[in-house]
């Protein structure tokens, strides 16, 4: 029950606010804007709400969001739900902006990172697509970092010479660690100007090789390497 100047009137805790609300002690002697949303003068019967008010300004705010949002800002929010395709992220104005999995980490599988976060975490992302019509953002967190392929093969473009830590191998060839989150790969037939029919008889894992750079794919984001090019 609130006192409107003198007139009682009746606030249900479901108009209270926007989000569920369990102690409803805590606004007991609270100043709040209010809304008449039913007028009954026979019963003198009045019901307000507060959450009418918090909805019409949240409308307010995502009109005002969407006209400013474009592709590439940096945004803050809070991890909201984790589901089995993404994150989605609370934003001013009561819209929520949606992380894909492939959109979480460049070295790493989308599925572990989720495990990492938890409802109420401070999250920086990029935005990568508006959709104002459907009032739906995508968001990415791997892209508001330093792509770690990328400075790599700046660094090593082709005919480079690097080297690496073999990880594993099967007959046709190697996976060649290079530096965190960076592989690439031997094949058998590159591994020596002689013909190599298998190449676990020419490698051990964990043995140290030095290859050229023969091929690099940024869309597979895949480096092929060669010893038999030095």
Request: aromatic share 6%; glycine share 8%; charged share 30%.
């Amino acid at each position: 029950v609130v006192d409107l100047k003198g007139v009682q009137a009746f606030l249900p805790g479901s108009q209270i606010s926007v989000r569920p609300v369990k102690d409803f002690d805590q606004f007991i002697d609270t100043d709040m804007d209010l809304r008449v949303v039913k007028f009954n003068e026979f019963r003198k019967n009045i019901v307000v709400s507060h959450k009418a008010i918090m909805e019409e300004s949240l409308e307010e705010q995502r009109g005002e969001l969407f006209k400013t949002l474009e592709v590439g800002n940096i945004m803050e929010g809070r991890v909201k739900n984790i589901t089995d395709f993404g994150v989605f992220i609370g934003l001013d104005g009561g819209i929520d902006g949606l992380i894909h999995l492939s959109d979480l980490s460049w070295d790493r599988p989308g599925e572990d990172i989720t495990r990492e976060f938890k409802k109420g975490d401070e999250v920086t992302a990029v935005v990568l697509a508006v959709d104002p019509d459907r009032e739906r953002i995508s968001l990415g967190i791997k892209q508001a970092q330093e792509d770690p392929f990328g400075a790599y093969v700046s660094a090593n473009p082709k005919r480079s010479v690097v080297k690496g830590i073999v990880d594993t191998i099967d007959a046709k060839g190697a996976v060649i660690h290079l530096e965190e989150g960076i592989e690439g790969y031997l094949r058998a037939a590159d591994l020596s100007r002689d013909f190599v029919e298998d190449a676990r008889n020419a490698l051990q894992s964990g043995a140290e090789v030095e290859a050229r750079v023969t091929s690099i794919e940024r869309k597979s984001r895949r480096i092929t390497l060669s010893v038999k090019a030095l």
